[in-house]
């Protein structure tokens, strides 16, 4: 069979595609979620504190619900987890439309209000962590394996996309339009949808387990837990590619804490306008992501995150540093090789750089990880990625925004950018000395939908 390159291949496969518009769907509904609480929080009781509440409420259950769903995810059937999970957070943005309306009415003590808002967020992010893993798992089951790099740079370009289109697009326009209430009900009809969608998806198989019945369901758990976590530390490939995604997931945290003060603090501008110095480094993403699908064909694929970690660095290190001028700096014009830039036009230049390093280290990072883990214990493999880079991040998110306080936000950014450059060396030396060794077997073929054969399969991918 010959080798398929770029994204018709991906395309033409019905069950990815059905797979690929209920990720839409979806992310769009949950990167649509966070803001419009923290709205409906300002809109009711105009309190920092309690908006504050609604990050914690949203970021805790990937640690406390990852690596559950990882032993829940290598049990059952994939498509059940996603079907089951999105349907249960229709309910969940249905509740919130609900407490929305008693809210804006005041129709709701303000404290029990808070409180079940709180409660129906925790629990729809952590319906989302049996999803996400869920919907990794279920790529690599619908793809064949020389296209699997194409799949994954398509969901990376669509996180993206949505994340622009949920926060600048969608939601200031369904607020505005529907109303608060009106915004959390589409919510819960993108949920809807999605469900369906995935409801068509063949139904994958569940690999039977050995089960030692005198063995108590919690020493199970945890030592299947431990697996997991074994499995990764013994594959040094895998350990890498985790870690990778682990950096770059810290990174982007500490950035969208520190964008709304960067752009308010210290340039001077709108806090809401803090999306569109960062949103450049989405051009950035995309750009990459076409061509990290031919690159990881023609070049070792430890290269590819070499040269992302030097453009985040350079990226990071430029923002930073055109933030040291303070409010001044937008209007300040820079001479650079004879040309006069002022500081928009190269924000617009250090951000999509460091976009660009984004994706060519995240995108082989998470290829790296379907491939080198086997059907049985996929899921548990990522769920551990998740909840490593969700444990890392909280603490250094504090860290971050304390020392912010004390020695400035571009200061911060600086040090994240000086940082990279040491880490992409010692990644570098360690990656190139070991053994390439072919992904590791899974499911020969995608599942083929009612009515195809194999070679139909073939003549698609």
Not at 279 to 296: D, E, K, Q, T, Y
Request: aromatic residues 8%.
């Amino acid at each position: 069979m010959n080798q398929a390159q770029g994204y018709p291949p991906v395309l033409r496969n019905l069950n990815f595609l059905k797979l690929w518009i209920a990720q839409i769907l979806s992310l769009m509904a949950l990167q649509s979620l966070l803001l419009l609480a923290l709205i409906l929080i300002e809109q009711v009781n105009r309190s920092s504190i309690q908006t504050a509440g609604v990050v914690v409420a949203f970021s805790l259950p990937a640690v406390i619900f990852g690596p559950i769903a990882g032993i829940i995810l290598d049990r059952v059937s994939k498509k059940m987890i996603l079907v089951v999970s999105n349907l249960a957070r229709v309910a969940s943005q249905a509740l919130l439309a609900l407490l929305a309306y008693l809210g804006i009415t005041h129709s709701i003590d303000p404290w029990l209000f808070v409180g079940l808002v709180y409660i129906t967020i925790f629990i729809t992010s952590a319906i989302g962590q049996f999803f996400s893993p869920a919907e990794g798992s279920m790529i690599p089951l619908v793809i064949h394996r020389e296209n699997l790099l194409a799949a994954n740079s398509l969901f990376t370009l669509t996180i993206v996309a949505i994340q622009v289109v949920a926060l600048i697009v969608y939601v200031p326009i369904a607020v505005k339009t529907f109303g608060i209430f009106g915004a959390f009900v589409s919510l819960a009809l993108f949920y809807g949808v999605a469900t369906v969608l995935l409801f068509l998806l063949p139904d994958d198989p569940v690999i039977p387990r050995e089960t030692n019945h005198a063995e108590s369901a919690i020493r199970r758990g945890w030592r299947e837990i431990g697996e997991g976590w074994q499995y990764v530390i013994r594959n040094k490939l895998l350990l890498v590619a985790v870690l990778q995604f682990a950096l770059v997931f810290m990174i982007v945290s500490v950035l969208g804490e520190q964008a709304p003060g960067y752009a308010s603090r210290v340039l001077g501008m709108q806090t809401e306008d803090a999306v569109y110095v960062f949103s450049p480094a989405g051009f950035g993403i995309v750009l990459a992501s076409f061509f990290v699908v031919r690159l990881g064909q023609r070049v070792p694929r430890f290269i590819l995150p070499l040269v992302g970690m030097f453009c985040m660095a350079l990226g990071l290190i430029g923002l930073g540093a055109l933030g040291l001028g303070g409010r001044q700096t937008v209007t300040t014009t820079f001479d650079v090789a004879g040309i006069s830039l002022t500081a928009v036009w190269l924000i617009g230049i250090m951000s999509p750089l460091a976009g660009i390093g984004l994706a060519l280290v995240l995108i082989p990072a998470q290829t790296a990880v379907q491939e080198q883990a086997t059907d049985d214990i996929r899921g548990r493999v990522l769920t551990v990625q998740l909840t490593l880079a969700n444990a890392l991040s909280i603490p250094l998110l504090v860290a971050a925004g304390g020392f912010a306080d004390v020695f400035g936000i571009p200061q911060i950014v600086i040090a994240l950018g000086v940082l990279l450059l040491p880490l992409a060396f010692l990644n570098w030396r360690y990656v190139r000395r070991l053994p390439q060794p072919p992904p590791l077997p899974y499911h020969t073929q995608p599942i083929p939908l009612p009515g195809e054969t194999a070679a139909m399969i073939e003549e698609t991918n």
